[in-house]
C-alpha cells in the first residue's frame, strides 16, 4: 500500500472516531436531560391545583372576552343583544332551534378557545403533567359550578354568581333548566371544556421541553 494509501485510511479513521465521540457525547447530553427531567417531575410533578385556580380564571377572562367580540362582530348565538355566553348556553338547552346549528357550533368554539387558555396557563406554571393541570383547571369550572348551583338552590338566585360571567354553562337547577336537552346541552359544554383544558395543559407544558432541550443538550 502507498504511503498516501495509508495516510487516507487513517485520515478515515479519524473520522470515524470523531463522528462517534459525538454521538457518544450526544446520548450522554441526551440520558442527563432525561434523567434531569425525571427526577424533577418526580419531585414538582402531579397535579397543582393552585396553578389550576388562575388557569380557570384566565380561563373566565378569556370567554368574557369572546363573548364581547362574538357580540361585537353579531355572532348568531343571540350575543348581539347583551346575552353572555352562559345565557345563550342555556337558552340552547332549553329551545335548541333558537339557537341553531351555526350558535351551538360558536358556543362549543367559545368554550373550547376559553379552556385551552385556561388550561395552557396552568401547564405552563406547573411546568409538569400538561393534562393533569388542564384536568384541574376543568375541575375548578365543576367545583364552582356545583357549589354555586347548590348556594343557588338553598338560598334563592341573588347568588348565581356565574351568571355574572361567561365562562361556564351554569347547571340546571329550576325546572325550566333542568330538561333532558339542558342537561345534555351542559354535559356536552362539559366535554368540551374538558377537553381544551386538556389540550391546553399539553401545549403549555411543551415550552417547558423546549426549555430543557436548549440548556441541558438536545
Known sequence: MLPRDDAR?????????????VDAVADDRSTL??????REREEFGGMKFGSAFFGWLAAMG?????????????????????????EATDAAGENPAAVGILGAIVLGVLLLVSYFAG?????????????KQGFAVWLWAIVVAVVVAVVTAIAGSQWDILAMFNGFPRIPVT??????????????????TLVGAVLGGLAGMRYHRRVDRVGLGA
Open 119 to 131: 388550561g395552557y396557563v396552568a401547564g405552563r406554571m406547573a411546568r409538569f403533567n400538561g393534562a
Open 62 to 86: 378569556t370567554a368574557v372576552l369572546l363573548t364581547a367580540l362574538a357580540a361585537a362582530v353579531g355572532a348568531g348565538v343571540s350575543l348581539g343583544t347583551g346575552t353572555s355566553m352562559g
Open 33 to 38: 436531560r432525561e434523567d434531569v427531567v425525571a
Open 9 to 21: 485510511v487513517a485520515e478515515d479513521r479519524r473520522v470515524v472516531d470523531d463522528d462517534r465521540r
Open 175 to 192: 325546572p325550566e333548566t333542568a330538561t333532558t336537552t339542558g342537561i345534555l346541552t351542559a354535559v356536552g359544554a362539559a366535554i368540551v
